[in-house]
């Protein structure tokens, strides 16, 4: 396993792991697939202030990634990001996910950053199992916030304070 700073010519693979999402799940509330050129255009923007890093498998093969955005818009929130991992969904259960936040969180902590937010939609039992064994905290639920595959979703909401982590 190999975890480094994605590039733009990553931008394929993680097309292809977060369709899946988009297409066969609710974890993701987008709704329209997206293109290679759209995930190299966030790959871009993102890059310019957060991490965003990938996980290779042991034949080189992008099968995770992890990245931090924005929290907010207004400037008191510049110290809070929010992140989420992505997982090839045949790769999970091989301690990818923990091995992509280990390294991410480390990241944003060595940036100085506080607060690390994460949303989930629920029920997600993988996800809310991640989040707490890094420490984070559950602190908010929202009920019935997102509307896919003509069903209503929850979004929990967890974070954790790097500086006490």
């Not at 480094?4 to 974890?27: F, M, W």
């Not at 965003?52 to 992008?62: A, D, K, S």
């Not at 639920?141 to 790097?162: A, P, T």
């Amino acid at each position: 396993m190999n975890i480094r700073p994605c590039l733009q010519s990553d931008g394929k693979a993680i097309c292809d792991i977060y369709n899946y999402y988009i297409e066969h799940t609710v974890i993701t509330f987008e709704e329209t697939l997206v293109t290679e050129s759209d995930i190299c255009q966030r790959i871009e923007s993102y890059t310019k202030d957060y991490p965003w890093l990938v996980l290779e498998n042991e034949n080189g093969i992008v099968v995770g990634y992890a990245y931090a955005a924005k929290w907010a818009q207004r400037s008191a929130y510049k110290n809070t990001v929010e992140i989420t991992v992505y997982l090839h969904h045949k790769e999970s259960g091989k301690g990818y996910g923990a091995a992509l936040y280990k390294t991410i969180l480390s990241a944003l902590s060595a940036s100085g950053f506080h607060i690390v937010v994460a949303a989930i939609a629920l029920p997600n039992k993988a996800s809310v199992k991640l989040q707490e064994s890094f420490g984070f905290e559950k602190v908010a639920h929202f009920k019935e916030v997102g509307r896919k595959f003509d069903q209503w979703v929850d979004v929990g909401f967890w974070q954790i304070n790097l500086k006490t982590a």
